[in-house]
Nanobody, 122 residues
Framework: QVQLVESGGGSVQAGGSLRLSCAAS????????MEWFRQAPGKEREFLAA????????FYAESVKGRFTISRDNAKNTVYLQMNSLKPEDTADYYC???????????????WGQGTQVTVSS
C-alpha cells in the first residue's frame, strides 16, 4: 500500500500562487505515475495533471495548461503542483492520486489522498 498526504492548501487572492505537495510513503516503488485532481462543491472530480514517477513525463488538462506545473522529487517521494495566476474558479479541494501502471483513463488510480482545500478570493 501507498499512503498519500497532501499539504499546502490555503486561501489566496486572485492572481496569486500556491504550491501543493503530496508526500508518498509505503510501497512507493510500486508507483508508476502520480496525478492531481480537484473537486469543487457540487461539481464532478476534475483531472488536472499527471507525472510519471521515473521519467518525469507530464500531462495536463487543457484547463490548467500554462498556469499549473506538476513536478516530483524522487528523493523525497513527493509530488508538487505549482499553481499560478489563480482564479476564483480554482477554488476546490485538491487531491493527489497514484497509479501502479499505465492506465487507459486518468481516473483509474490505485491510491488516493485525503485532500487539501484551496480558496481563491476575488
Amino acid at each position: 500500500q501507498v499512503q498519500l498526504v497532501e499539504s499546502g492548501g490555503g486561501s489566496v487572492q486572485a492572481g496569486g500562487s500556491l504550491r501543493l505537495s503530496c508526500a508518498a510513503s509505503g510501497r512507493t516503488f510500486s508507483v508508476y505515475a502520480m496525478e492531481w485532481f480537484r473537486q469543487a462543491p457540487g461539481k464532478e472530480r476534475e483531472f488536472l495533471a499527471a507525472i510519471t514517477w521515473s521519467g518525469g513525463s507530464t500531462f495536463y488538462a487543457e484547463s490548467v495548461k500554462g498556469r499549473f506545473t506538476i513536478s516530483r522529487d524522487n528523493a523525497k517521494n513527493t509530488v508538487y503542483l505549482q499553481m499560478n495566476s489563480l482564479k476564483p474558479e480554482d477554488t476546490a479541494d485538491y487531491y493527489c492520486a497514484g497509479q501502479t501502471s499505465a492506465r487507459v483513463s486518468v481516473f483509474q488510480y490505485d491510491y488516493w489522498g485525503q485532500g487539501t482545500q484551496v480558496t481563491v478570493s476575488s
